[in-house]
């Protein structure tokens, strides 16, 4: 059995902002699959007590002074833009109302 | 829709409100929360960035000493308990304001969980409970261009400013709260007042509603009593205390006519509107994004140490709560006048007239008289008002000195509010000292007597009652500023006759 | 005079000390070279001549003027092309990239250009590190000077082959999970990863943040030592960065070169040294053991039981922290927009960008570490995977207690021919089967040659615990003493 569909390998192209080709999603869903039955072999460890890792160094309260340090001139903040006007990077109209915090 | 809306009164009489409240709080800090960007406000665009808050190609955070420490003061304040190990995770969402297209936040790691908040309500105690205290990033600030009024639909492009991207948030969230019934408006007000004045106590925030410093997120749902708690709504963009409380209000009369009607709510994100004091429909959360949380890996945990925690501890300033206690007792209020001095918002500046010298009588008498009357006429904030604690204290000791009057003071008093500066200053520039110099005054006086002979006579002959006629041409030509009391003495004494 | 192209840094840097070449003449030998032999090796993505020879002007003149010179003033170093240098290219090998000029260094150029060193200009790779070979390169694949044909390892297949083409003696790779090792291997060349934390990552273009550490690449082990002690050290811009000193990695070179090991006791992993490796590879790994030991050595097997669960966990680890770390190329702030025609909403405009931004490989990853990260999927897929890590740095810090280093074959098989393995993107994976645990752990690992099959060059990986680097230098300086050198065909 396939460890994930076509359909659902169309989904993480959306959540990945990738606007991927049709023939791009029968090439991906086949290779997806063969990386995920791999991948998944991680299954078989037994660590159900063991803590997980999301860092390797053994380090805490690495903290800043509140001090004020030099910012980017407005022109290098822009340097890179695409498209910028009013000193602002410009984009395109936004569709999707979809703000979080 | 038509359909009438039901009135709040039928809608507590027949359903239970639950509400809960989300707040962000923006940190006074000098910098930014993982970059040393300066957080002032008001820049022009971009010029407070650098490569970590604009979230170019290999920058990294370093977070903020002086932002970890005020969120653990706010947890303490807020009577939670500090963890000993947290981590940051990085919420994934696309959208332009946000750099990273992920915010640096806190999932099921906050820095301060489980504490509670006493509020007032009409006098009344009410705990609200605590479910956390977090750190997050803010976002920049997106300008819609082309559409009518400056929102996204219709605009036609987008202008996108970083400066106000990664300053320090706080999110403080509460339990849900249900049993608060008709009063639920009024318990999701008194929460927010509350929370701003501990916040404002801890000087962590300047805690603005109206310049965005201090967010609110108001959650509401209903229920029919013993059932279920209903589907609640997220309402954004509250803006200020008294949107608080209408938006809650506003909502619940809405899901309840939608509920009478036989429909259902729907899980969503909601707008509150200052214009209309209605809620609109945003995004719905069933269709919301997977955030994918993770444990942020360019950030090592937080583990606060305990004798740090504990130092904090020791230094909080006394709460506000306890602070107006004692305040109430020092100036021997009762609890009416200590309710309508919190109702007027001016704790806070009776309390530094006070310091500044002025007596707590004259200093209740001046905000609550004057200065809130006016503030209710222009509609600002009392303490927005124009005059200071110490330009008040300094207009009540010329009064006491004698050099004003009470209607004198007043009269200084709108110009002060004006702007034009310190009450001696606006006295002196504008000629309005109570006339003392006893021989302007006799002269004045001996002046109105040889004007008016009749009077005179009339009063020597024991008709001390038509003096007033002569105290009234005397205030005329000294322009109002001699005291009318004084002036009578005087004019009896000229005359001989004992008053 | 002998080509200056031939000399190791150590003796570059004598030689501009002691004034008897100019850093300009260095660098402009070097140049040369890349002049003459680039069009085929295909090591850089751009070349900064000018940059370079202002440098190198800089650092004759402050000889000159009698000002004191870092250890290795005037010596060019090359620096692949996932760090970002202030108004220098940098694309990480992607079409995304491709006319970014960042407003800032990284913090490791900032220390190469504090010392003195030359840059020569910025190194292929696979697009964002994310490959074995090169051939994920937006701008064409880099080939391998020992066979034209065959590929120089990856991702930092530019950094190694620039080395091997004696285009440069220096130059800095980074390692996720064998990007600087691997090549380093295949090249006949030394790499190393140092400890995660002792390298800074700031202004290293994020693949997988927790495993991503940048570092030295060198024809010898003490140059890679003295480059190592150049980047090395604590980032205050870096969170992860560690607030120690660097370990004295090139007094430790510098004793190994003795060929003596006396009292070094060395682990041989029993799962990396059976199966899996080609028997030329396996031959010569086996030759350097009998070296070891013949140099003082004392080797004994030790078993790592959950390495074998290392590529399967680095698979989810790495792209999960991928898909959110390359969120941000969305054509907004900087580089590629595709697809704006005034009527598109940003979301296409985005997903466009993207699309076209990204190659395959990164496609596949991001994609995958999407997944991996979804609700319902993070407990069984990335969860567990951190579990397994744990596991792995587990075994290491058991063999740790037994053995001063582990010692293996630093890749399953030798310099493959361009095209071989892109058609299966798995197959591609195996060639960091040996390399990627010590990224999982965070301690450091050094490939140093070992020997030849069929001609083309293998790599002994030593792996050292974490924040003893030192041990591994000693170890890769004895063992580069008795064995080699070895140089590829002339181009």
Redesign the interface.
């Known amino acids: 059995m396939a460890a994930i569909s076509r359909e659902e390998v169309a989904h993480l192209a959306r959540l990945s902002r990738l606007a991927v080709t049709e023939e791009e999603l029968d090439t991906l869903a086949g290779q997806l699959d063969v990386i995920l039955q791999a991948v998944a072999q991680v299954g078989e460890v037994t660590a159900a007590d063991i803590p997980p890792t999301s860092h390797s160094v053994p380090l805490t309260n690495v903290l800043r002074d509140d001090v004020v340090a030099s910012c980017l001139t407005p022109q290098e903040a822009l340097s890179g833009a695409p498209d910028a006007a009013e000193q602002r990077f410009r984009v395109p109209r936004i569709l999707d109302e979809d703000v979080a915090s | 829709m038509t359909t009438t809306l039901p009135a709040y009164d039928e809608v507590v009489a027949r359903y239970e409100p639950v509400i809960g409240l989300e707040t962000h709080v923006e940190l006074g800090t000098n910098t930014k929360m993982f970059c040393g960007c300066p957080t002032d406000f008001g820049g022009a665009p971009n010029t407070r960035v650098c490569p970590v808050c604009l979230g170019l190609p290999g920058s990294l955070p370093v977070a903020n000493r002086a932002a970890v420490e005020a969120t653990i003061r706010i947890g303490l304040a807020l009577n939670c308990s500090i963890a000993q190990w947290c981590r940051f995770a990085r919420k994934n969402y696309y959208y332009p304001d946000m750099p990273k297209n992920y915010q640096i936040s806190q999932y099921d790691e906050p820095l301060c969980v489980d504490g509670y908040l006493d509020v007032e309500v009409n006098g009344e105690p009410v705990r609200i409970s605590i479910e956390r205290v977090h750190m997050e990033e803010d976002t920049g600030k997106t300008l819609h261009v082309g559409g009518a009024t400056g929102r996204i639909h219709g605009a036609t492009e987008s202008l996108v400013d970083y400066n106000r991207a990664g300053i320090p948030l706080v999110e403080i969230v509460t339990k849900p709260i249900p049993g608060a019934g008709a009063m639920a408006p009024e318990v999701a007000r008194a929460y927010v007042t509350e929370l701003r004045d501990v916040l404002r106590s801890l000087g962590v925030s300047d805690v603005r509603m109206e310049e965005g410093s201090l967010r609110c997120d108001v959650n509401t749902s209903l229920n029919l009593p013993g059932e279920q708690w209903g589907t609640r709504t997220e309402t954004k963009n509250v803006n200020s205390l008294r949107s608080v409380e209408r938006a809650v209000r506003s909502e619940m009369i809405r899901q309840a006519s939608v509920l009478a009607a036989g429909g259902r709510i729907t899980q969503e994100t909601r707008h509150f509107h200052e214009d209309t004091g209605d809620t609109t429909s945003g995004r719905s959360k069933e269709t919301a994004t997977d955030y994918r949380y993770f444990p942020e890996p360019d950030l090592v945990p937080i583990a606060p140490d305990p004798t740090w925690v504990a130092e904090l501890k020791a230094a909080l300033p006394e709460l506000p709560r306890l602070h107006r206690r004692r305040l109430q007792q020092e100036w021997g209020l009762s609890d009416p006048d200590m309710q309508s001095i919190l109702n007027a918002g001016a704790v806070e500046l009776i309390e530094a007239t006070i310091a500044a010298g002025a007596t707590p009588t004259a200093a209740r008498k001046w905000w609550l008289g004057e200065l809130s009357r006016r503030a209710n006429e222009t509609g600002v904030e009392l303490a927005d008002i124009g005059a200071t604690p110490v330009q008040v204290a300094e207009l009540q000791g010329l009064v006491d000195a004698g050099k004003l009057t009470d209607k004198l003071a007043r009269t200084v008093l709108e110009h002060v509010v004006a702007g034009e500066g310190s009450p001696a200053k606006i006295m002196a520039d504008r000629k309005l000292e109570v006339v003392s110099d006893t021989g302007a005054l006799t002269a004045a006086v001996d002046e109105a007597i040889a004007a008016n002979p009749a009077i005179a006579d009339k009063v020597r002959g024991g008709k001390v009652a038509a003096a007033g006629a002569l105290v009234g041409a005397v205030m005329k030509t000294t322009r109002g500023q001699a005291d009318a009391k004084t002036v009578r003495e005087l004019i009896l004494e000229r005359l001989g006759v004992q008053g | 005079m002998t080509d200056l192209t031939s000399f190791s840094a150590a003796e570059l840097a004598g030689l501009v000390a002691r004034g008897e070449s100019s850093a300009v003449e260095v660098t402009q030998a070097h140049l040369d070279r890349i002049s003459a032999v680039d069009d085929r090796v295909h090591a850089f993505l751009h070349v900064d001549t000018e940059g370079a020879l202002d440098a190198a002007r800089d650092v004759d003149s402050r000889r000159a003027a009698g000002e004191p010179l870092g250890p290795l003033a005037g010596v060019p170093v090359a620096v692949k092309d996932v760090?970002?240098t202030k108004g220098v290219p940098?694309t990480?090998g992607s079409k995304i990239?491709a006319d970014?000029?960042?407003?800032?260094d990284?913090t490791i150029v900032r220390r190469l250009r504090a010392a003195g060193t030359v840059m020569l200009g910025k190194t292929n790779m696979d697009e964002f590190a994310m490959g074995s070979s090169t051939e994920y390169s937006a701008f064409g694949p880099t080939h391998n000077p020992w066979d034209l044909s065959r590929i120089p390892g990856g991702s930092g297949g530019g950094s190694s082959a620039a080395l091997a083409a004696y285009e440069t003696p220096l130059s800095i790779g980074s390692d996720t999970g064998g990007s600087i090792r691997q090549p380093g291997a295949v090249t006949g060349t030394v790499g190393v990863k140092p400890t995660?934390?002792g390298t800074s990552?700031?202004?290293?273009?994020?693949f997988?943040?927790?495993l991503d550490t940048p570092g030295p690449c060198a024809r010898t082990v003490l140059d890679a030592a003295l480059l190592h002690e150049v980047i090395g050290g604590h980032d205050?811009?870096?969170?992860?960065s560690?607030?120690a000193p660097v370990p004295d990695v090139v007094a430790a070179a510098r004793l190994g070169a003795s060929g003596d090991l006396t009292g070094v006791r060395l682990g041989v992993v029993r799962e990396f040294a059976g199966e899996g490796a080609e028997p030329g590879v396996l031959a010569a790994f086996r030759a350097a053991v009998e070296t070891l030991t013949k140099l003082g050595a004392e080797v004994v097997e030790v078993s790592c039981p959950?390495f074998q669960?290392a590529?399967?966990?680095y698979?989810?680890i790495a792209p999960?922290?991928c898909?959110?770390n390359l969120?941000?190329?969305?054509?907004?702030?900087?580089?590629?927009?595709v697809g704006?025609d005034?009527i598109?909403?940003?979301?296409?405009?985005?997903?466009?960008t993207?699309?076209a931004g990204?190659g395959?490989e990164v496609?596949?990853r991001?994609?995958?570490g999407?997944?991996a990260?979804?609700?319902g999927y993070?407990d069984?897929?990335?969860?567990?995977?951190?579990?397994?890590?744990?596991?792995i740095?587990r075994d290491f810090t058991t063999a740790f207690d037994q053995v001063d280093a582990l010692i293996s074959p630093t890749t399953p098989f030798v310099a493959f021919q361009v095209g071989a393995r892109t058609a299966?993107?798995?197959q591609m994976?195996l060639a960091d089967l040996f390399t990627i645990p010590s990224n999982?752990?965070?301690g450091p690992g050094i490939s140093v040659p070992c020997g030849l099959a069929d001609g083309l060059p293998v790599g002994l990986q030593v792996m050292a615990p974490?924040m003893a680097d030192d041990r591994m230098y000693r170890v890769a300086a004895a063992l580069e003493s008795a064995v080699g050198p070895f140089t590829p065909p002339a181009l």
């Open positions: 760090l970002t940098t990480a990239l970014w000029r960042p407003p800032y990284s995660y934390g990552r700031y202004g290293l273009i994020a997988s943040s927790s205050p811009l870096d969170s992860t560690i607030p959950h669960y590529l399967p966990a698979y989810l999960s922290e898909s959110s969120a941000r190329f969305d054509g907004v702030r900087f580089g590629l927009r704006d005034g598109r909403s940003l979301e296409e405009v985005m997903s466009a993207r699309e990204f395959p496609k596949r991001v994609m995958l999407t997944y990260l979804s609700s993070y069984a897929y990335y969860g567990q995977a951190q579990k397994v890590r744990t596991l740095s299966d993107p798995y994976y999982l752990y965070g974490t």
